[in-house]
């Protein structure tokens, strides 16, 4: 008797009665209420090695935890009796009107989540307007990511070889992508320890579509040899000058560093410490991201990343000066929940708690949201004196 097997219709009571095959459930994400939900669900389904590189950070993993623990140092403060029946997520950037003010973080490797991988999370990002950043480091290429019709951003790390990193970026521009992410955070990856106790290796057949060379053969660890192993601040103008597309920098933590990336011709920066993946110990995206956004006074765009898990964290970011956030590993543990499908639901649970926290605040427009919605947390008792 195998485990498939069920009582035949009709059979007598006095029939033995085999046990019921326990059903599987093919929706398992419809049952997930949080990110932090998606992101269990889908971790729990993944072998160890690939969970790991998904999830783990550098050395002790503190800015790992410190991303998301920051945002609890702020408070929201409601307004009241505010007309909230028409409520508004739309933000403008680089000239082109966002629904929500979420974008896709560029991310490694997506098919190790799912066989689908990036052209699953792009399809789901389309259908919803979203911007999908595709990682010089993706396990697809820029026609299977680009053809689902996805506004697409090309985040770049510059090679080794500088005709390789022009390739790319003449890559990214033919195949339509809207705006090129320069990364400086990443001259050589991380003390990323949970890679190394599981001697993690790429499984067969996903390869770095980008980067083919040496890299698909011997593993994650050997991104070191492909990648510019020092950047310069000459590299910055050297992307700037081989580009026609609106260059952001991302990986800035200091202002000053903001400030040279624009007065230099950058259009933006994104605030990030690459998920806690690089130096552990830096400041979190959004501790950095009001000392950024001060220093650029709204000279050029100001994203960030890293914690977002919750619209009311989308919601702050806004309020200290992001224009819009980008989101990543809850989307990459969508991916083994059920493709397209379960990323969809993931980017729905964050669109609907944002308008809900829109409406509930009394600021129902997120372009509106500014530092003066916000005290940090434990000074609300002095607020009004």
């Known amino acids: 008797m195998t485990s498939s097997d069920t009582m035949r219709p009709g059979a007598a009571a006095g029939d033995a009665t085999p046990a019921e095959a326990t059903p599987v459930d093919a929706t398992p994400w419809t049952r997930c209420l949080t990110l932090r939900e998606v992101e269990a669900a889908g971790a729990a389904l993944m072998p160890a090695g690939p969970r790991a590189y998904f999830e783990g950070g550098a050395a002790d993993e503190v800015s790992l935890r410190e991303n998301q623990s920051a945002f609890e140092r702020w408070r929201i403060v409601p307004r009241m009796m505010v007309p909230n029946t028409e409520r508004d997520q739309s933000v403008d950037v680089l000239g082109r009107r966002w629904p929500t003010p979420v974008a896709i973080a560029p991310m490694?490797?997506?098919?190790?989540?799912?066989?689908?991988?990036?052209?699953?999370?792009?399809?789901?990002?389309?259908?919803?307007?979203?911007?999908?950043?595709?990682?010089?480091?993706?396990?697809?290429?820029?026609?299977?990511?680009?053809?689902?019709?996805?506004?697409?951003?090309?985040?770049?790390?510059?090679?080794?070889?500088?005709?390789?990193?022009?390739?790319?970026?003449?890559?990214?521009?033919?195949?339509?992508?809207?705006?090129?992410?320069?990364?400086?955070?990443?001259?050589?990856?991380?003390?990323?320890?949970?890679?190394?106790?599981?001697?993690?290796?790429?499984?067969?057949?996903?390869?770095?579509?980008?980067?083919?060379?040496?890299?698909?053969?011997?593993?994650?660890?050997?991104?070191?040899?492909?990648?510019?192993?020092?950047?310069?601040?000459?590299?910055?103008e050297w992307v700037l000058a081989n580009t026609r597309l609106p260059v952001l920098v991302k990986g800035i933590q200091h202002p000053e560093d903001a400030r040279r990336c624009v007065d230099m011709g950058a259009a933006g920066v994104i605030v990030s410490n690459h998920g806690g993946r690089q130096q552990d110990l830096a400041i979190s995206g959004i501790d950095a991201l009001p000392w950024v956004a001060d220093a650029l006074a709204d000279r050029a765009v100001v994203l960030m990343d890293g914690g977002i898990r919750r619209g009311t964290d989308v919601l702050t970011a806004l309020a200290l000066g992001a224009r819009a956030v980008l989101v990543g590993r809850p989307i990459l543990f969508a991916l083994p929940l059920g493709g397209e499908a379960a990323v969809g639901h993931t980017l729905d649970l964050l669109r609907n708690e944002v308008d809900r926290g829109l409406a509930l605040s009394g600021i129902p427009r997120a372009a509106a949201w500014r530092r003066e919605h916000l005290v940090r947390a434990g000074s609300v008792p002095g607020l009004f004196d």
């Open 108 to 236: 490694a490797l997506q098919r190790l989540g799912h066989p689908d991988g990036e052209v699953a999370v792009a399809r789901a990002a389309q259908a919803r307007g979203i911007t999908y950043l595709l990682s010089t480091c993706a396990s697809a290429g820029f026609d299977e990511v680009t053809g689902t019709g996805v506004d697409t951003w090309f985040q770049l790390y510059l090679l080794s070889e500088r005709s390789r990193s022009k390739a790319l970026i003449d890559q990214a521009e033919a195949a339509g992508c809207e705006a090129l992410v320069l990364t400086v955070d990443t001259p050589m990856t991380g003390l990323r320890e949970r890679d190394v106790r599981f001697g993690y290796r790429l499984p067969s057949g996903i390869l770095y579509a980008l980067i083919r060379r040496g890299a698909a053969e011997r593993g994650v660890s050997s991104l070191d040899d492909q990648i510019q192993s020092s950047y310069s601040w000459e590299d910055v």
